[in-house]
């Protein structure tokens, strides 16, 4: 096997685990937010746990990807090297394996899209939980005997409670 598919074959052995990682990620995101959902704190908590297992993989993987890309850069002319997610692409699009069978463009293109759930998830777990300490912090309130309303003024903007 010559060292541009050895190169290749790792490269996208890579990024098929970091598609695996990053699509865990998502379904333990999901869960989590089914959890708050629900208020049930040890599945949130086992969850949250499982969660950062995950994400400590990621990063490890993040750091081999890193390595190995350094390198290569070490074997390659300054015209040649591998700036930017751009660059990897070029470089891996040129071996004769990528253009006939696209492995690594799709595993990128996966990788793309779960990492775009991942945030749209986690904005949707941000906002329940932004909700839920509004909500304790009203019952808070009224638990101490605190009035528990808001004056506005005309142009919607809360006013300040004497």
């Not at 890579?14 to 999901?30: D, V």
């Not at 090297?81 to 069978?101: A, F, M, P, R, W």
């Not at 749209?120 to 304790?136: E, G, Y």
Request: hydrophobic share 35%.
């Amino acid at each position: 096997m010559k060292d541009n598919e050895k190169i290749y074959f790792y490269l996208t052995d890579l990024w098929q685990q970091l598609c695996e990682e990053h699509a865990l990620l998502f379904n333990l995101t999901c869960d989590e937010y089914l959890y708050l959902l629900d208020s049930d704190l040890d599945s949130i908590e086992k969850t949250v746990a499982e969660k950062n297992g995950v994400i400590t993989r990621i990063a490890e993987l993040e750091n081999i990807r890193k390595d190995y890309l350094r390198k290569i850069n070490a074997g390659l002319k300054d015209s040649e090297k591998i700036n930017s997610h751009q660059d990897l692409l070029k470089y891996v699009g040129k071996s004769t394996i990528e253009k006939d069978q696209k492995h690594f463009a799709r595993f990128n293109t996966l990788l793309i899209k779960i990492i775009g759930k991942i945030k749209t998830q986690n904005k949707r777990n941000q906002i329940f939980l932004r909700k839920a300490m509004i909500s304790l912090s009203e019952w808070k309130k009224e638990a101490f005997g605190e009035k528990n309303f808001q004056i506005y003024n005309a142009s919607g903007k809360t006013l300040e409670q004497p």
